[in-house]
């Protein structure tokens, strides 16, 4: 948006066979319009990237990258620039003219602006990703070191207050809305209940990569555990970020609970296309064998009732094998029947089973028949 749009080339024309397309909702007649913007030049990154930066000194080479890097896109271009300006001697330019994916470029750059901050902040980036692209202040409280609670200097702010604010400043949060504080409550619980986000989903994306894959399990456990406690009472409406990060921390039994909950929640609500994208994870983890037979036999039974009240998930759930007969694991040996027509009998602890006309059945910890 801090582009001009009428920037020139170099001979005053625009570029006609390269364009971007900005889609923009016009209030008045309440049409969708298209504005064109035309691939920035070489000379047009130049002027670009020396005005928005101009206490850097550009070379050519460094120009030369970003253009090339970028395509002429002027989002690519200025997000380029500002890693190289962050780097402290554009060490970042020759890190990234060995690539020519525009993505790939995107993430060195990231990588390289996260990299020029202080520990503190990239503690703070890397637990906050964890959350989301967007994230509230109370949550992250929970999960960062407790060192980042003290209070700093007058005794006003905590470090992490310092940090956010300097991670706003430094454009990589931005704020997207405020609660004022409650007078009611006590020094200690005074926050305001902020919600931040990260300017660009592909930044959050970046600052989670980083973490180390224990890092990220330790810190989506975390999350799931406060979710839990603070909001035990009703849990409902948090089964969805409840069942993504209990998966995400490879606690698959657990999820498959909240998965459940998801379901019936959408339903009643009458979300069924997120009930479906629900029902489809749910299905894609519980295939791939992870899960207790408990659990594996709740997910077909819960699955069938599905089809029972709503056709509406037949095409979702036809096409996963949950509704199969379960197959031979270790902690459920399956026992076949040569002949279907006879009469056999199972001990289950101290119980005598009548068994008829089954394709398989299960036997936990029971003699041979």
Not at 102 to 127: F, G, M, P, V
Request: aromatic share 8%; hydrophobic share 35%.
């Amino acid at each position: 948006s801090r582009v001009d749009s009428n920037i020139r080339t170099e001979n005053g024309q625009k570029t006609p066979d390269l364009h971007i397309h900005f889609h923009q909702l016009s209030e008045a007649c309440g049409e969708l319009q298209t504005i064109t913007l035309s691939r920035l030049t070489l000379a047009d990154v130049s002027v670009l990237v020396k005005s928005m930066f101009p206490d850097s000194n550009w070379d050519e080479r460094e120009i030369r990258t970003i253009h090339d890097l970028s395509d002429g896109h002027p989002f690519v271009a200025l997000e380029l620039a500002r890693s190289i300006d962050n780097s402290h001697g554009g060490d970042i330019s020759k890190k990234l003219s060995g690539t020519s994916d525009r993505a790939e470029a995107i993430a060195k750059a990231y990588t390289a602006r996260i990299d020029s901050r202080t520990n503190a902040e990239q503690k703070c980036l890397k637990a906050a990703s964890v959350i989301g692209v967007e994230f509230e202040y109370t949550t992250l409280v929970e999960i960062v070191p407790r060192s980042f609670l003290r209070l700093q200097g007058s005794g006003k702010v905590t470090q992490l207050e310092q940090v956010l604010a300097s991670l706003v400043e430094a454009d990589f949060f931005r704020v997207a809305s405020t609660t004022p504080r409650n007078p009611d409550k006590t020094a200690n619980t005074k926050h305001k209940c902020i919600m931040y986000e990260f300017t660009h989903p592909q930044l959050q994306a970046v600052c989670y990569s980083l973490l180390l894959k224990a890092d990220q399990i330790l810190y989506h456990k975390q999350i799931a555990g406060w979710i839990s406690a603070k909001y035990q009472d009703d849990l409902r409406e948090f089964s969805v970020p409840l069942m993504f990060h209990t998966l995400k921390a490879n606690e698959y039994d657990k999820a498959m609970d909240f998965a459940i909950g998801a379901i019936k929640t959408s339903i009643v609500s009458g979300a069924f296309s997120e009930c479906k994208v629900i029902i489809s994870q749910s299905l894609y983890y519980v295939e791939k064998g992870k899960m207790k037979s408990r659990t594996v036999r709740m997910m077909r039974n819960t699955m069938q009732h599905l089809l029972d009240q709503h056709q509406d998930f037949q095409d979702v759930v036809m096409k996963s094998q949950v509704l199969s007969p379960l197959k031979e694991t270790s902690d459920s040996p399956v026992k076949r029947f040569p002949n279907q027509n006879r009469t056999y009998y199972l001990w289950k602890g101290t119980r005598k089973i009548q068994v008829t006309s089954l394709k398989c059945v299960l036997i936990f910890q029971a003699p041979t028949v």
